[in-house]
């Protein structure tokens, strides 16, 4: 059995070290994308994973591919044409300094597929899961039909759908991505969001607490957020991320599920971080991984927080992390201690 | 007085060495396009140059804007706005492989500028030369319809224009380049061109020579076809170039220049080739230079193809050559002895 | 309107990463120097900013210039002549190693540059600021005495004065640098200082305190000793810095103002260090910048302080952040939160 | 259908450029061995090809198969165990200077394994054609004896079999070689060789020749060589290769095939290297595509000649060229122009 | 009079920065190895120190040797001969991401050396201190005999003996360890070790503490182990580390000394990491400098804390610190202010 | 017996790959200076040899120590004292694009050394060659009074003298350089020059040949030369090198002996350049090699010869080659085959 996400693969060029953009005379290149990450992430967990998307057939298209199949990602539902790989610049901040990302990435080869290229009876034969972000509809319209389509055709086969609705400003207006996610929603199985994103797309917020998405996230709050998530959607199990952004250099890391009407919270770990980027691919991933396992609930959310405070050592999109890794974490062992 | 030149300028992302692009893992980040190309080479010769152009107001385009600051070029006019910078690709070639590039440059802040956006008047205030590449009217016919603005504008004011058609398959039908170009030619003083586009472009060929454009360039056909272009379009001057190309890693160079009814024919030069790309830009800064300072034909034709042959030892698009180091090879020493 | 900076800049060789001097085989190249960064920190804001200096004719010379213009420094009152670019190596220190600086600047060409080489009529015509430090009079008599003309035309002409006495003990003793210093001191109308310069330089201590410059700045001495320095000389405005430094990798970051007779605290910055050369001069560009704008002091020593803590975390002398960026932070957001 | 190659896959630490081992303070790391890099070349081809072996379980081993991954080789059958991937050195030679390999592959985790960790029902069901070199049989008796069933398993199946002998004076004598691959050699339908293998391992000799490997080789005594391997043998088909080493710099390349009781020889190609090592690999890899494809004798051995000139335009062991690339030279243009 | 150390020497192979083994195309080539480290940190605070092993004769062997010869380790004792260099590869840790090394140092030429190989009384002639670790016993039966061979030549000349325990689980069982230590300890004037060193291998614990070796060191504890471990193998002197692993990259780091019967403990230090590897070679050599110049008990224990507290602080093995530096902490500031 | 050479060791600071100055933004930072250059060759070669010369106490000067030590040679001789390191800035030619030498050596330790600071008596014990440039004499008066020194020192006590003039227009005009050596010449036994430098800096040139130093030199006219210079200067033996400069990529190199009355030619090598410099000191070594070896005159041109062609593939001004690989080629193997 496998797993498909959907979405779009990046080329991700980011100067070396802390120099900025207007500093850099040569670019690391790696790909990274919401979904893309996800399935490199499970691959690393020894899942069978597969991504779907369209790439160019030229070289620089291959190298999307090449990044996938390097770490065992399933690459055969990639469908290759259109005229471009999307591009996104990021600038790795530090200290009160932000990082900054510049996207580049209309007119790619997926934004500009169509509805019907993709055959999800085909793709989804031998699933039984499938992951998306509210990227991938923000893309374009056929992509959003895309996403219904697969949704519908996974409800029919008693496929789980996980969606994280990963807000992206630059794509899609508030209300649009609104409208948009929920019409998807009633096929999610799965949620995973964090309370600012709750509040901003669906109206959803605890009593009485601050500003969602300011400060330290309240323990509280997520829970009434996860629940009424839960309810309004019908989502068998809502997650929602825990990050206190205190600088670009040292995060708060937690994250807490609901699961059967209870609530369950991980430990929360103070992060240096190495990349940011990532961080809640990661957490879909360690999450979809446990909840695949069959883990109970709270060692659920407690592998997938400890795989997302990994990933914040990790260079580049790609968490590639092991499961002994992300379970010696969990287990308690955040002692960094040299590993001979 | 200063030249002014109007294309585009792009990222050009090159893997390290002769790494071919699916080795790659970072990319050299430098900027280029066959415009600016003339306008940084010029600016190394001293002279006052500016370079015209619509770049993104975000870190990427100001990184374009500074990497021609940096040399000297006036980038006064370059209009922020837009979505994107244009990219390039580019691996470089050895021996028998062959350098590739891949273009990504649709959708840039120039390719979807609008002609009004570009006022004539004020930017060639002061200007005594005016230089464009077919590259331009290619990209969108809103920058063809700018050129010919500019083009009017020069004619008007008694500024020389230099042309080097430059066709670009990519970007457009040789059908529509010709078209286009012809509706130009009329403005252009001096055209820089060869004779595989010469023919390709205008038809216009030497009797009983070869295929234009494949093998060893023959002086008797160029002088045939550079006359018959100066005739055609009432060019001041035709300069064709003179490239074989042996192996990615070693080819020979020369040029000739037609101008007051006679031939001048430069040496020829065998050049163990560091970067290929921006060659022919190299020729055109040269050749503008020499005949703004009123050089002798043959004077002026051996400067801009010792200048050439220089800039396929300087690695990316610019050619970053002083006048006394043009001098010093176009006088005869090519030895390559080191200079204490 | 513009700003005028005057000084040495210097080539800066840093060995990659933390690597010791020991250790290196190549060195990361890029340019500084005290009064060269406060003119790229102003351009940064967008600032017409010239700095005034004498680099020699070749290559390296060139470099240095072109680093300048790179990012909008006006470079054109840069003298050309002389031997030598001056060089200083510095090695970045981590946790309780500190960072190391070795200078090889004497007999640069702008150390053996004589005082009748600088036309200030010429240079500071346009100009509303002038800014200079310690340093510039420590190179030599001749640079002391251009200084002293520097600063008569200014006032002659009612431009700004600004100075940071930035004592460096391989250039000079204290001695000199007191009675050099106290020469300029009636020309200057904004003193940057800090309380261990002020007692070095100037005698001037607060009454009752521990030793100036070590250990957590106190506000209250700071307050008495920027109120002595602006009624010894006359200035208009004295900002201190105010630094502590816990380890080579973690400092707290602060400063105030004494303006109007009243003192002005800004916020305290818990800086995580990527590049610690540079901060006073990120704050002087700081300073200049929001008094030339006319903020109000509070606002003023906030801004400026912000700018000086987000240098922190830029690679290299010049401090390459926006006035945006350094308004978010003074506006309270320090979180680094990811800006896409 | 696919293709089999088994052998040993070792980290190729390689300094800079071409930097000696005694300059070196950085490796790059790739991967190659003379059957993987077969391998991967038939997958740029688009053919399906699969590499057998063994390599520990831990991050290195990893990193070794997901370089075969990236370049669409399956890697199912690579067993995990043992104990150390075998590294090699490799230091680029120029001009006069030679190229140097140290090897450090004793006690690798394929030179470990015994002969029946390889199922080769398994590994060869669906297979057409199974490729081997000398240094397999080299590391150790069990490999030899692996080999040996492998090779029955195919002459069992009809599946072809192709050898390059590979000698390697480090591994084994020449008599152990001789009498091991003498034993093989039967099972061998397609032999690739050279003139000097041929005499050192085989006694083979043309009558009258100068010192086989030594200088130019001429075409009369590679046919002769080539008839008399055939003979020996049983081979349907034998290869020379036909490479003259001018300087480490600058080769003749050329090959021949004797097919059908004929000589057939491609074209030579003078080549500027980029990397040598690996040529004869890329060229077994030429010779197994074109001989699958059912090109003609001369056909094939232009494009296995072809292939293996580009490849000496290449880093790294693997020959990433695809048929697209070998065609066009093949077919005559090695001009080197670049591919917009 | 010189110090003598004992033991293997690796090629060290790091990814750069912080990337992943998986992420790796290079590595940075280093050396070190538990005895070879504190020769190059000896030499670097002045003492005449030799390194004795043995290496290949080939180029990787002679870069190992420049690596010592290049910080000024006397390498003329160290034997040429033998197959390989051993391998070790690190991946830098972060965060909560635990560093990683991959061993790959059977069969080196220093593991398959023979106990006669080494003739102890010329080597030690000079000489007044030898050193050595449980690593060189642990490699080879052989070397464990050289070793006691070693001690027992340095008791005959009244040469000081010291010893870190260094267990490695790859090379042997803590039985066999603990059996070969304590046939070695009664030569052993000063031991170094840790909490968990002393309990795993000879059993002594401190009364009603929690395990050794897990959380933070106990001060009490710790006097009570070394005051056991100098009773049971008579040893003059006998340091514990005591460091406290936060995460990766920041740990507690103290030491103590037990003398005379009685303890001194150093003050401690919070260490934000560089480089992890070394600490404990950087504090032998802090307390074998101490020691030989007479430092008194707490003056010597706080030099060696701060030695090594810098060791975190640099990157590679070696920890190349200066006695000024190290005096510097060790007398108070941890400042990291930058050293002009 | 050992050999010892005497001069100035600088930084060498060199952009990457074939960047020109104003690209780099990063040095490759190496040492080199004619004398160190042939003593690191010497130790490479098994030699004894030490280098004279005095740097500065700082870590830039101990850098430049250490990397004579990582190559074996004996730096127990050089001064620590004094200011700066001298820098030398290089570009590497390509093509017809000619190498670059940026000189910044004034007010370097050594040279602004006294006379008497060198203890001959000291340094030459235990010696029996020493060699020198011209470019020591030229640092300071004070140098050429040492060289003095030293050379009679010398002549006391035997020891052969070998000097290559070396003039370096930056330093010293033809005439002080003419004068200074004509002193220093009686008392060298070997003097290696070449046609262009007896001609400028004593007026020796062959009857009827073209302008020396130009073009190919001619073989007569050599032999004239060095016989004149021989008998002039009454030395031992005369070697001139004879490089053909065809382009900054590609020489022809060859030399010749005088020796006993008769000239010796070795072979001509067409050299494929990666570092030209210091080719003219890898032939000095080879000499001193060669004659302190007793190889007959043919054998030790031939070695010298190749010695310095091999020089030309090696990076930096170190020419690290060993004897086997300079006899390899001097024996007549030139292809650089790989050596496994």
Redesign the interface.
């Known amino acids: 059995m496998k797993v498909i996400t959907f979405g779009e693969l990046m080329l991700r060029?980011a100067p070396e070290?802390?120099?900025?953009?207007?500093?850099?005379?040569?670019?690391?290149?790696?790909f990274g994308g919401a979904e893309a990450n996800v399935a490199v992430s499970l691959a690393q967990f020894g899942v069978d994973a597969a991504f779907v998307s369209k790439l160019p057939p030229?070289?620089?298209g291959?190298?999307a591919v090449?990044?996938l199949?390097?770490?065992?990602v399933d690459t055969s539902y990639i469908l290759r044409g259109g005229?471009?790989?999307g591009?996104y610049?990021v600038?790795k901040?530090?200290?009160?300094?932000?990082?900054?990302?510049?996207?580049?990435r209309?007119?790619s080869s997926v934004a500009t597929a169509s509805r019907n290229e993709f055959d999800w009876q085909k793709i989804l034969a031998g699933a039984d899961w499938f992951h998306f972000t509210g990227i991938t509809p923000a893309l374009s319209d056929e992509l959003a039909a895309a996403c219904l389509d697969a949704c519908r055709a996974c409800r029919a086969a008693g496929i789980t759908v996980s969606c994280d609705p990963n807000y992206?400003?630059?794509l899609w207006s508030l209300e649009k991505a609104g409208s948009t996610l929920r019409e998807l929603m009633p096929y999610v199985d799965v949620l995973i969001a964090n309370e600012g994103q709750a509040a901003d797309l669906f109206g959803i917020r605890a009593t009485g607490s601050g500003t969602p998405g300011v400060g330290k996230p309240d323990p509280e709050s997520c829970a009434q957020v996860a629940a009424a998530l839960a309810q309004e959607f019908g989502c068998r199990q809502v997650a929602l991320t825990m990050r206190t952004?205190?600088?670009?250099?040292?995060n708060d890391w937690s994250a807490m599920l609901y699961s059967g009407g209870k609530s369950y919270f991980a430990r929360e770990?103070?992060?240096?971080?190495?990349d940011?980027?990532g961080g809640g691919d990661g957490f879909c991933a360690g999450l979809i991984y446990a909840l695949r396992e069959g883990f109970a609930a709270q060692e659920a959310i407690e592998f997938a927080t400890?795989a997302a405070?990994?990933k914040?050592?990790?260079?580049?999109d790609y968490n590639?992390?092991s499961v002994e890794?992300v379970r010696a974490?969990a287990g308690g062992d955040?002692?960094?201690?040299?590993?001979?």
């Open positions: 060029l070290g802390y120099l900025r953009f207007v500093q850099a005379d040569r670019f690391a290149a790696t030229h070289e620089i291959q190298l090449n990044s199949r390097r770490y065992g005229a471009r790989v591009v610049y600038e901040g530090a200290s009160q300094r932000a990082s900054k990302v510049v996207y580049d209309a007119g992206r400003k630059n952004s205190r600088t670009a250099s040292d770990y103070p992060v240096h971080i190495v940011r980027v400890a405070c990994l914040h050592a990790v260079e580049g590639l992390v890794e974490l955040g002692s960094g201690r040299v590993q001979r």
